[in-house]
């Protein structure tokens, strides 16, 4: 296959200038089954962690926890297991909706981290977690935490950050965005996107939790506190077009670890140029020419 773009495909290989080629994993990660089906797996095992750390964090900002998040990866070498954010609403959500969980903290912040490190050498992750949190609290970018003592409390924690979507099902109709965009600017993107939700939809509640260290950010707008289901749902389109074109604009995409399928299709082609839609169309047609895999998804 021939795409647009000049490049050349021989059945499952891309062909480089030296005619070499390599096998289409990246391709096929995020295809949402239209080029191909997994039918084995091989599975490389590592050893399992010698200690590991899990605490919550009390932030003032998004920004404090990217701040936060250079800081730990510096104190661990790189060794942050999971660094998620998130905001008092959601955390508010799951006191109220979920059943057992507890406050992880004396004090309400306005946003919150989970942060969880491991180590192959027995004691480190605690003690990097250790060091972390002080230079944290004496440099005003920690305001609290609390570390797991015991596998059960770290559940708890965990618990959490697990229940932000479950915790929001008994608020209403409810807008999911599920995006991405550079670390950098999650921090811009919450508070565009924040303010023009406030601007369009006066009274609608914003619920963001995500994946820090890969931009990924799960920005969802609530109806208001005892508003109508139908009028939000109704304004859903017109609203996600706002935040994603604040996605776009900041270089992020409107779909991050759930994928576009048959609901964003339309949207993800807003957002694509003509020449990224065509060599898509012309992979695809090259694959499976009967359009036999998944064929509502993806243009």
């Known amino acids: 296959a021939v795409l647009p773009n000049g490049e050349v495909w021989n059945g499952l290989k891309r062909l480089r200038k030296d005619n070499t080629g390599y096998d289409l994993k990246q391709l096929l990660i995020g295809a949402e089954g239209t080029l ?3 039918t084995a797996a091989a599975l490389k095992l590592y050893p399992l962690m ?133 670390v950098s600017r999650v921090a811009d993107f919450l508070a565009e996107a924040t303010a023009a939700m406030e601007a369009f939809a006066p009274g609608a509640r914003i619920a963001a939790f995500g994946h ?11 109806r208001p506190d005892g508003g109508s289901d139908a009028e939000h749902s109704a304004r859903r389109d017109e609203g996600s077009r706002i935040v994603h074109d604040i996605v776009a604009g900041l270089g992020g995409s409107i779909s991050a670890e759930h994928g576009l399928g048959a609901m964003k299709t339309a949207e993800g082609a807003r957002y694509k140029s003509e020449t990224e839609l065509a060599a898509q169309r012309a992979i695809r047609a090259a694959l499976d020419p009967r359009r036999i895999l998944n064929p509502r998804v993806l243009f």
């Open 50 to 182: 010698a200690s590991r750390a899990v605490a919550m964090i009390g932030v003032g900002s998004p920004a404090d926890a990217i701040r936060l998040l250079a800081r730990a990866k510096d104190e661990t070498g790189g060794a942050v297991e999971a660094f998620e954010l998130m905001g008092r609403l959601g955390i508010d959500f799951a006191l109220k909706n979920i059943p057992g969980t507890r406050d992880p903290l004396a004090e309400p912040h306005p946003w919150y981290v989970l942060a969880e490190f491991a180590s192959g050498e027995p004691g480190s992750a605690e003690a990097a977690m250790a060091r972390f949190l002080e230079a944290g609290l004496e440099g005003g970018l920690v305001r609290d935490a609390v570390v797991a003592q015991t596998e059960a409390q770290a559940r708890a924690l965990w618990a959490i950050r697990e229940n932000q979507s479950p915790a929001q099902k008994p608020e209403g109709a409810t807008w999911k965005h599920d995006v991405a965009v550079p």
């Open 36 to 38: 191909g089906v997994v």
């Open 212 to 222: 820090v260290g890969d931009g990924n950010i799960h920005f969802d707008v609530l």
